[in-house]
């Protein structure tokens, strides 16, 4: 079936007006050269949620355990992704860490595990996109851990060990 084109006038109309845009800038009343302002969207985890993985790590480093008075830094395990995501179980305490420094910092825990993934994987500080966090153990400072949503966590054994432990109850030596 060939269409004709839309004269003007002709076609869907807008019931609803469009909403003026205050305080945003249009191509129009930007000067030339000038940068478009971004809109900054935080993705990061709700204050309260930061208070509560920082009162259950008692203000320490979850890695190193150093008492965290300077630059420290909230880790996502599973990461957000570029431009972050709209997953609420992302910003969930059971994907997040205390670690000090930051990701930028030249040293802190937090940039040993931006820098060395591979370990970071091995000890539940990195978590793959498909895994759920709170199945995965981290390997804290005072030893292995499940996270949970709740913003507490269990004790538990090394992943390589509960593997074996498996492997001898089905008869397999």
Not at 61 to 70: D, L, M, N
Not at 129 to 145: C, F
Request: glycine fraction near 10%; aromatic fraction near 2%; charged fraction near 30%.
């Amino acid at each position: 079936m060939k269409r004709s084109p839309l004269k003007r006038g002709e076609g869907p109309t807008r019931r609803t007006p469009l909403k003026p845009t205050e305080g945003i800038p249009t191509a129009k009343s930007l000067k030339r050269g000038e940068p478009r302002p971004r809109i900054q969207r935080d993705t990061g985890p709700a204050a309260d949620v930061r208070r509560l993985v920082i009162a259950r790590a008692n203000g320490c480093c979850e890695r190193c355990g150093k008492t965290v008075t300077g630059q420290y830094s909230i880790h996502h395990r599973k990461p957000r992704g570029m431009g972050g995501t709209k997953d609420p179980a992302i910003n969930s305490p059971a994907n997040l860490l205390l670690l000090c420094g930051s990701a930028t910092s030249p040293d802190g825990c937090h940039t040993a595990v931006e820098r060395f993934r591979a370990s970071a994987v091995t000890t539940g500080f990195v978590v793959a996109q498909s895994a759920d966090p709170e199945a995965v153990p981290v390997k804290m400072r005072n030893g292995w851990w499940l996270l949970r949503s709740d913003g507490t966590r269990v004790p538990t054994v090394r992943p390589e060990i509960q593997l074996e432990d498996e492997n001898d109850e089905d008869g397999e030596d």
